[in-house]
């Protein structure tokens, strides 16, 4: 998100989704070409179980699986609501509805549009490795155009401005 995000940030509206479906196609193609490290078309395997941060054995069962990619959706959910309520976030919410008006009053818009992309990048990682911990593989279809579509999907069904509508 840091290599692409000053590039994104100019752009607005439909020219922002053109540019995230190309570099997710790119990086689509680029994983199904370096098979030594991503495996290619087959994808990865074999993962270790996930060890829980107070210790202990790896989490083997599911229902431990979803449990605790239950705890850390609901970790991430919390701190995207206390960006929102922050200074910052009330910057990134009044820019959204006029971004014009707050340069004019010498907010940095640009730099809190690119951590706001970089955010959004490191809870869509969050949301990958949750992924992979439950489903225990990885595929280039996870980073391709299907899983792009159905993110968009989910934001027109759960709304651009709800939290909690993302969590659909």
């Known amino acids: 998100a840091a290599v692409v995000g000053p590039a994104v940030i100019r752009a607005r509206g439909t020219t922002v989704?053109?540019?995230?479906?190309a570099i997710g196609e790119l990086t689509g193609a680029v994983v199904n070409q370096l098979k030594s490290v991503t495996g290619g078309a087959d994808g990865l395997v074999g993962f270790p179980a996930t060890q829980a941060l107070w210790g202990g054995?790896?989490?083997l069962e599911e229902s431990e699986l979803y449990n605790y990619a239950?705890?850390?959706?609901v970790v991430a959910v919390a701190l995207t609501l206390l960006v929102l309520r922050s200074p910052a976030g009330k910057l990134l919410t009044?820019?959204?509805g006029a971004e014009a008006r707050m340069r004019a009053s010498g907010h940095p818009?640009?730099?809190y549009l690119l951590v706001a992309h970089i955010g959004a990048g490191?809870?869509?990682g969050v949301g990958g490795s949750l992924m992979v911990t439950v489903q225990q593989y990885l595929s280039p279809a996870d980073v391709g155009f299907e899983i792009a579509?159905?993110?968009l999907l989910a934001v027109v069904i759960g709304g651009?401005?709800?939290v909690i509508g993302a969590l659909l």
Request: net charge positive; charged share 10%.
């Open 17 to 21: 989704l053109m540019i995230t479906l």
């Open 149 to 151: 579509a159905f993110a």
């Open 122 to 124: 490191a809870l869509a």
């Open 109 to 111: 818009v640009g730099r």
């Open 160 to 162: 651009t401005t709800s």
């Open 70 to 73: 239950l705890v850390v959706a």
């Open 94 to 96: 009044g820019t959204r």
């Open 57 to 59: 054995e790896g989490m």
